[in-house]
């Protein structure tokens, strides 16, 4: 079975040595590289054929894609899934980096299970190389998107999970070009939902970088990264309004969506600008109150209050009807 493994690459000269290296180095054989160079202004690519050099058996598995301009995350994982032909993909980010089992341990659960998506816990790796594991919330299925879509609860990261790539197609999930922060929290939960079946391993499968530039996750989030992040929202509210028929996951979603007005509101992204960005219209009594009262009429500790209570309530219910089944 190959797996197609999907690069993005952009200005990580310093970090992407050791990711090629842990790719080149996987113990897993039928594999396919798909790195998209999104015109890096380094070495990056250099270094990664630098590194590739020095693997023979790995060179014709390799392919480095170029965009003609620079196109942003979201854009570099749609063209890196377009150019693959696995059966399954798998997402790295260039900064990060894998042990050098992982693939061979996600492969080998797939094929246990017959999953459509695999994922594993993972290390975080500090600029001071201090490594810290992380277990990672592995319920069932709807569960887990539950957790998601209330969001801070669990993350949506797409790195570090193989995922059967007719999920992608046969769905028409995708990348969306220009959605850069936040770019997961638009499509992992939108795979998740078009998944049959997941499963999880013990094993750590992934090391990812917390303090790097070229983190995908900011730490400071500037105007244009939350309008970033607003139009992630979009996407998932325009996708579950439509495929979700029996709203089971409206509660959770419009929990989510307190927390996008609460975050933009927060940073002076202004309530008009907001609603032009964002499709979501409160579907629920709880919910049209609470926006009649507090989003257009911002009171920014009261919209904070109200989001972390009702997702506590939420997650609590949903926490003791997972374990009553």
Same mark, same amino acid.
């Given at each position: 079975?190959?797996? *197609?493994?999907?690069?993005?690459?952009?200005?990580?000269?310093?970090?992407?040595?050791?990711?090629?290296? *842990?790719?080149?180095?996987?113990?897993?054989?039928?594999?396919?590289?798909?790195?998209?160079?999104?015109?890096?202004?380094?070495?990056?690519?250099?270094?990664?054929?630098?590194?590739?050099?020095?693997?023979?058996?790995? =060179?014709?598995?390799?392919?480095?894609?170029?965009?003609?301009?620079?196109?942003?995350?979201?854009?570099?994982?749609?063209?890196?899934?377009?150019?693959?032909?696995?059966?399954?993909?798998?997402?790295?980010? *260039?900064?990060?980096?894998?042990?050098?089992?992982?693939?061979?341990?996600?492969?080998?659960? =797939?094929? =246990?299970?017959?999953?459509?998506?695999?994922?594993?816990?993972?290390?975080?790796?500090?600029?001071?190389?201090?490594?810290?594991?992380?277990?990672?919330?592995? /319920?069932?299925?709807?569960?887990?998107?539950?957790?998601?879509?209330?969001?801070?609860?669990?993350?949506?990261?797409?790195?570090?999970?193989?995922?059967?790539?007719?999920?992608?197609?046969?769905?028409?999930?995708?990348?969306?070009?220009?959605?850069?922060?936040?770019?997961?929290?638009?499509?992992?939960?939108?795979?998740?939902?078009?998944?049959?079946?997941?499963?999880?391993?013990?094993?750590?499968?992934?090391?990812?970088?917390?303090?790097?530039?070229?983190?995908?996750? *900011?730490?400071?989030?500037?105007?244009?990264?939350?309008?970033?992040?607003?139009?992630?929202?979009?996407?998932?509210?325009?996708?579950?309004?439509?495929?979700?028929?029996?709203?089971?996951?409206?509660?959770?979603?419009?929990?989510?969506?307190?927390?996008?007005?609460?975050?933009?509101?927060?940073?002076?992204?202004?309530?008009?600008?907001?609603?032009?960005?964002?499709?979501?219209? /409160?579907?629920?009594?709880?919910?049209?109150?609470?926006?009649?009262?507090?989003?257009?009429? /911002?009171?920014?500790?009261?919209?904070?209050?109200?989001?972390?209570?009702?997702?506590?309530?939420?997650?609590?219910?949903?926490?003791?009807?997972?374990?009553?089944?």
């Amino acid at each position: 079975m190959r797996v *197609s493994v999907l690069v993005p690459v952009y200005g990580v000269e310093r970090y992407v040595g050791t990711c090629a290296q *842990s790719l080149f180095e996987q113990t897993y054989a039928d594999l396919e590289y798909i790195f998209v160079d999104d015109c890096s202004p380094d070495r990056s690519v250099e270094i990664i054929q630098h590194v590739l050099a020095g693997y023979p058996q790995r =060179q014709q598995q390799v392919h480095i894609v170029r965009h003609q301009q620079n196109k942003g995350l979201g854009a570099a994982r749609k063209t890196a899934l377009a150019a693959s032909t696995g059966t399954f993909v798998l997402n790295v980010d *260039s900064d990060d980096y894998l042990p050098v089992e992982a693939v061979e341990k996600l492969v080998a659960c =797939q094929q =246990q299970t017959g999953a459509d998506i695999v994922s594993g816990n993972y290390f975080s790796h500090y600029d001071d190389d201090t490594i810290v594991f992380h277990h990672e919330c592995h /319920p069932e299925r709807d569960v887990l998107l539950k957790l998601m879509l209330v969001q801070h609860t669990v993350l949506p990261h797409i790195w570090g999970r193989l995922i059967r790539k007719t999920v992608y197609t046969d769905n028409g999930i995708d990348s969306v070009e220009g959605i850069n922060m936040a770019e997961d929290m638009a499509l992992t939960p939108r795979l998740i939902h078009a998944a049959s079946l997941i499963a999880y391993i013990e094993d750590a499968v992934y090391y990812y970088r917390e303090t790097s530039s070229a983190s995908t996750f *900011s730490h400071q989030i500037s105007e244009k990264h939350m309008l970033s992040y607003i139009s992630a929202n979009d996407v998932l509210w325009r996708y579950f309004l439509q495929n979700d028929r029996q709203r089971e996951f409206l509660q959770a979603i419009e929990t989510g969506m307190l927390n996008v007005f609460w975050q933009s509101l927060t940073i002076g992204i202004s309530r008009q600008r907001i609603a032009r960005q964002l499709s979501y219209r /409160p579907q629920t009594w709880l919910f049209r109150l609470l926006h009649a009262m507090l989003v257009y009429r /911002p009171t920014l500790p009261l919209l904070r209050f109200a989001y972390l209570a009702i997702k506590w309530c939420y997650k609590k219910a949903l926490m003791r009807d997972g374990a009553g089944e």
